[in-house]
């Protein structure tokens, strides 16, 4: 496969053209004019972009970097030649795929290229995948070293042991031990530790299977002993309510019977003949009024009597002064006229009338006197008549009667109070059922308390419902799991199956260890084909000064020089000793997996002193006679070395 023309529309490229020769071509440009981009529309228009990756620290994915400056739609165009025909591959953006679209054509007549993907392009015109070719014939900026790849390894190993592809060792390897992992990777992976878990599975649900009809059967003597345990409490519940009916009926009827009597006991409602219907506060009041009445009466009538005796010895006083003026009068009257007739007869002796005269005067003193004090005293006969007794009120035992009264209110309404709580009683008792009639039976009451029954009947209740859910939860589970019968067979299946894995896992690993011992024999031809091929082309690079060269399976190399005695490593070499090892094996592998395909390298030389820079330069223009090989270099030198040989350059 020979590239003939590039057109693209990517990064810093705006529709530009790239048509290097047929072997050798040198394309040269200072650093930053597109280089390195033209590297990179190489390998998208083979393998494409992908989207996948996302842009890091310190890291640009392939669809950022490459975008173009414009703005414009990432596109691009490659004119090939491959097995003997013309074709033209066009990439462009497709759907969130910037570089998504395909298109191949035959360049002569536009057909489609019957066979070519987007996906298939790169390993179909190269001859292998993606990473085969970026470690073999793509030489990035600082990319010479090559690391480990299971694709380029199988294949190297493939075409150097054997001749054909499909016989890769460590794709026989991968293989065999994918089959291997298949049946046991490890402990966890693997179809004989799904079996072997399956199997414990089965055996762990059949234990449980038994464990769960053992837990049922004990659920269900449980179950029975505590029903007959509730049947007996219940019983014993029915009787305590029985006894406490028989009990609450007699209560009822002397209760009844109580009432009864008290309204016996409730005296008749008659009026009081002389309270009538009054209380007996009212009564009390009322015979006090009347009790302080008669005594008002009796204490006037003793004041009017006082009075009237004292009236009375006053007019007795009176008519004694009376009867005394009478007489004093009388007396005084006679003197008075005794001495006038005294004075008539016997003028002479008037001196012998004084003491007659003082006695008359005397007597006229008294007459008066007793004249004021009846004048005085006049009123008091007509007062006499005032001073009669008042009526007394009959009184008698009037307060006594009250009190009586008073009592008999009294203990009437404790009749009638005694007789409504006997009523209320009643009524309570016949709320709770009670009823005067009864039955006769003897009922003898249960060894305990009700309410230790009833505590006990809801503990036994409780554990009851308890065992009926886990009763019901265990016939869940004995449901779910099915009959035992499947999980046998089920379990002599997976016995069959193990054996047959058993016996697989041990023929695999026979044939691992088989395939092994072989590959040690197949690499002794492995190993010294590359590293020959490998030391060929170093020594040619070194100019014969290191003429040996070994890599292991990962391609780490190791040089040896001409007179030296032991291998030196390539950390060991110098930077420009270590980049042309790197170039050598490249180009050790790429003869022996891609000989059509052509080389690109970018910037693969500047390591390189001039002396080397010309070594190498000879060595790919051998290399450029049997493939195309695009050197990028940002350095004048190969484009005069060129020059002077007639190779190619492409100036950017």
Same mark, same amino acid.
């Given at each position: 496969?020979?590239?003939?023309?590039?057109? $693209?529309?990517?990064? *810093?490229?705006?529709?530009?053209?790239?048509?290097?020769?047929?072997?050798?071509?040198?394309?040269?440009?200072?650093?930053?004019?597109?280089?390195?981009?033209?590297?990179?529309?190489?390998?998208?228009?083979?393998?494409?972009?992908?989207?996948?990756?996302?842009?890091?620290? *310190?890291?640009?994915? @392939?669809?950022?970097?490459?975008?173009?400056?414009?703005?414009?739609?990432?596109?691009?165009?490659?004119?090939?030649?491959?097995?003997?025909?013309?074709?033209?591959?066009?990439?462009?953006?497709?759907?969130?795929?910037?570089?998504?679209?395909?298109?191949?054509?035959?360049?002569?007549?536009?057909?489609?290229?019957?066979?070519?993907?987007?996906?298939?392009?790169?390993? #179909?015109?190269?001859?292998?995948?993606?990473?085969?070719?970026?470690?073999?014939?793509?030489?990035?900026?600082?990319?010479?070293?090559?690391?480990?790849? =299971?694709?380029?390894?199988?294949?190297?190993?493939?075409?150097?042991?054997?001749?054909?592809?499909?016989?890769?060792?460590?794709?026989?390897?991968?293989?065999?031990?994918?089959?291997?992992?298949? #049946?046991?990777?490890?402990?966890?992976?693997?179809?004989?530790?799904?079996?072997?878990?399956?199997?414990?599975?089965?055996?762990?649900?059949?234990?449980?299977?038994?464990?769960?009809?053992?837990?049922?059967?004990?659920?269900?003597?449980?179950?029975?002993?505590?029903?007959?345990?509730?049947?007996?409490?219940?019983?014993?519940?029915?009787?305590?309510?029985?006894?406490?009916?028989?009990?609450?009926? =007699?209560?009822?009827?002397?209760?009844?019977?109580?009432?009864?009597r008290a309204k016996e006991a409730v005296p008749e409602d008659r009026p009081h003949p002389?309270?009538?219907?009054?209380?007996?506060?009212?009564?009390?009041?009322?015979?006090?009024?009347?009790?302080?009445?008669?005594?008002? $009466?009796?204490?006037?009538?003793?004041?009017?009597?006082?009075?009237?005796?004292?009236?009375?010895?006053?007019?007795?006083?009176?008519?004694?002064?009376? =009867?005394?003026?009478?007489?004093?009068?009388?007396?005084?009257?006679?003197?008075?006229?005794?001495?006038?007739?005294?004075?008539?007869?016997?003028?002479?002796?008037? @001196?012998?009338?004084?003491?007659?005269?003082?006695?008359?005067?005397?007597?006229?003193?008294?007459?008066? *006197?007793?004249?004021?004090?009846?004048?005085?005293?006049?009123?008091?006969?007509?007062?006499?008549?005032?001073?009669?007794?008042?009526?007394?009120?009959?009184?008698? @035992?009037?307060?006594? &009667?009250?009190?009586?009264?008073?009592?008999?209110?009294?203990?009437?309404?404790?009749?009638?109070a005694a007789a409504d709580a006997a009523r209320r009683r009643v009524d309570d008792l016949?709320?709770?059922?009670?009823?005067?009639?009864?039955?006769?039976?003897?009922?003898?009451?249960?060894?305990?308390?009700?309410?230790?029954?009833?505590?006990?009947?809801?503990?036994v209740e409780r554990e009851l419902a308890r065992v009926q859910s886990e009763l019901a939860?265990?016939?869940?589970?004995?449901?779910?799991?099915?009959? !035992?019968?499947?999980?046998?067979?089920?379990?002599?299946?997976?016995?069959?199956?193990?054996?047959?894995?058993?016996?697989?896992?041990?023929?695999?690993?026979?044939?691992?260890?088989?395939?092994?011992?072989?590959?040690?024999?197949?690499?002794?031809?492995?190993? !010294?084909?590359?590293?020959?091929?490998?030391?060929?082309?170093?020594?040619?690079?070194?100019?014969?000064?290191? @003429?040996?060269?070994?890599?292991?399976?990962?391609?780490?190399?190791?040089?040896?020089?001409?007179?030296?005695?032991?291998?030196?490593?390539?950390?060991?070499?110098?930077?420009?000793?270590?980049?042309?090892?790197?170039?050598?094996?490249?180009?050790?592998?790429?003869?022996?997996?891609?000989?059509?395909?052509?080389?690109?390298?970018?910037?693969?030389?500047?390591?390189?002193?001039?002396?080397?820079?010309?070594?190498?330069?000879?060595?790919?223009?051998?290399?450029?006679? *049997?493939?195309?090989?695009?050197?990028?270099?940002?350095?004048?030198?190969?484009?005069?070395?060129?020059?002077? =040989?007639?190779? !190619?350059?492409? &100036?950017?």
């Open positions: 496969m020979k590239i003939k023309k590039l057109t $693209a529309v990517f990064g *810093g490229l705006e529709g530009e053209t790239l048509e290097p020769g047929a072997g050798l071509t040198v394309i040269t440009a200072p650093n930053e004019t597109g280089k390195s981009t033209w590297a990179g529309f190489w390998k998208a228009m083979l393998y494409g972009i992908d989207t996948r990756e996302r842009d890091k620290t *310190g890291f640009l994915a @392939d669809k950022t970097r490459y975008a173009p400056w414009s703005g414009a739609p990432m596109s691009g165009e490659m004119q090939v030649e491959w097995e003997g025909q013309d074709i033209t591959i066009r990439r462009f953006p497709a759907r969130t795929n910037p570089f998504g679209g395909f298109e191949a054509v035959y360049t002569a007549t536009g057909d489609p290229v019957p066979g070519l993907t987007a996906a298939n392009v790169g390993e #179909r015109l190269t001859g292998v995948g993606k990473e085969g070719y970026l470690r073999s014939a793509f030489v990035g900026q600082g990319g010479a070293a090559i690391g480990s790849s =299971r694709e380029l390894e199988a294949r190297i190993s493939a075409l150097v042991t054997s001749g054909e592809e499909d016989v890769a060792y460590s794709a026989v390897e991968r293989t065999l031990k994918d089959w291997r992992n298949r #049946r046991r990777a490890n402990r966890a992976n693997g179809l004989i530790p799904e079996l072997e878990g399956e199997r414990a599975q089965i055996d762990k649900a059949l234990q449980e299977m038994a464990d769960a009809r053992r837990r049922r059967e004990t659920a269900e003597q449980e179950l029975e002993r505590l029903t007959k345990n509730q049947k007996e409490l219940q019983a014993d519940l029915e009787l305590w309510a029985r006894i406490e009916k028989h009990e609450l009926n =007699r209560r009822y009827g002397e209760a009844y019977a109580e009432w009864e002389l309270f009538g219907a009054m209380t007996g506060e009212e009564a009390w009041a009322f015979a006090q009024e009347r009790q302080r009445e008669h005594e008002a $009466a009796l204490a006037e009538n003793r004041r009017r009597q006082s009075k009237r005796e004292e009236l009375e010895k006053r007019r007795e006083e009176l008519s004694e002064r009376r =009867r005394r003026a009478l007489v004093y009068g009388g007396i005084s009257v006679f003197l008075l006229i005794l001495a006038v007739i005294l004075v008539v007869v016997t003028p002479g002796i008037i @001196d012998l009338l004084w003491p007659l005269a003082i006695g008359s005067g005397l007597a006229l003193a008294v007459l008066a *006197g007793s004249v004021f004090s009846l004048l005085r005293d006049r009123d008091i006969v007509p007062n006499l008549s005032e001073l009669k007794p008042v009526p007394v009120p009959p009184a008698g @035992d009037i307060l006594n &009667q009250a009190a009586q009264y008073r009592e008999e209110l009294a203990q009437a309404a404790q009749a009638r016949a709320a709770q059922g009670g009823r005067l009639f009864d039955t006769l039976e003897l009922l003898h009451p249960p060894a305990q308390s009700k309410a230790a029954t009833a505590a006990q009947l809801s503990a939860r265990i016939e869940g589970i004995l449901a779910h799991m099915g009959g !035992p019968e499947d999980m046998e067979a089920r379990k002599t299946e997976l016995d069959g199956r193990l054996s047959q894995r058993y016996e697989e896992y041990e023929a695999l690993t026979a044939a691992l260890e088989a395939l092994s011992a072989a590959n040690d024999q197949l690499r002794q031809r492995f190993s !010294p084909a590359l590293n020959q091929a490998a030391g060929e082309l170093f020594s040619q690079l070194t100019g014969g000064r290191w @003429d040996r060269l070994a890599l292991t399976r990962d391609f780490s190399a190791q040089a040896t020089q001409r007179s030296g005695l032991l291998p030196r490593t390539a950390l060991a070499l110098s930077a420009g000793t270590a980049e042309q090892l790197y170039l050598a094996v490249r180009l050790a592998i790429c003869q022996l997996t891609v000989p059509e395909a052509p080389l690109v390298l970018d910037d693969a030389l500047c390591a390189f002193d001039d002396a080397r820079c010309a070594l190498a330069l000879e060595l790919l223009a051998g290399q450029a006679q *049997g493939r195309q090989i695009l050197l990028f270099s940002c350095h004048s030198r190969e484009a005069a070395w060129a020059k002077a =040989r007639g190779v !190619p350059v492409i &100036q950017l």
